[in-house]
Nanobody, 115 residues
Framework: QVQLVESGGGLVQAGGSLRLSCVGS????????MGWFRQAPGKGREFVAR????????VYADSVKGRFTISRDSAKNTLYLQMNSLKPEDTAIYYC????????WGQGTQVTVSS
């Protein structure tokens, strides 16, 4: 089982940037495809981006394409999400997980974008 801890969230103005991190431990996360997901207030959890185990292939939700970049550092067992040109509608709790996602979820990290 992989344990995951997200960090890097915060409050930012529209147009700003944040970089989220997700550190994996336990059964090595470096052999899994990984993804970022988010849950806005009153809404279900949705897919944001994913990356394969090699880091060579990425997929993004249409809503973040061109603004967000997912990457991973396998040596550090760390997943990143660089978020640029943030919009108020990006406000959510952001979670990382394996892809396809497992049943366990971490605490997530809150991202709030003010207009």
């Amino acid at each position: 089982q992989v344990q995951l801890v997200e960090s890097g969230g915060g409050l930012v103005q529209a147009g700003g940037s944040l970089r989220l991190s997700c550190v994996g431990s336990g059964r090595t996360a470096r052999t899994y495809g990984m993804g970022w997901f988010r849950q806005a207030p009153g809404k279900g959890r949705e897919f944001v981006a994913r990356i394969d185990y090699s880091g060579d292939n990425t997929v993004y939700a249409d809503s973040v394409k061109g603004r967000f970049t997912i990457s991973r550092d396998s040596a550090k067992n760390t997943l990143y999400l660089q978020m640029n040109s943030l919009k108020p509608e990006d406000t959510a709790i952001y979670y990382c997980n394996t892809y396809p996602p497992g049943t366990g979820w971490g605490q997530g990290t809150q991202v709030t974008v003010s207009s």
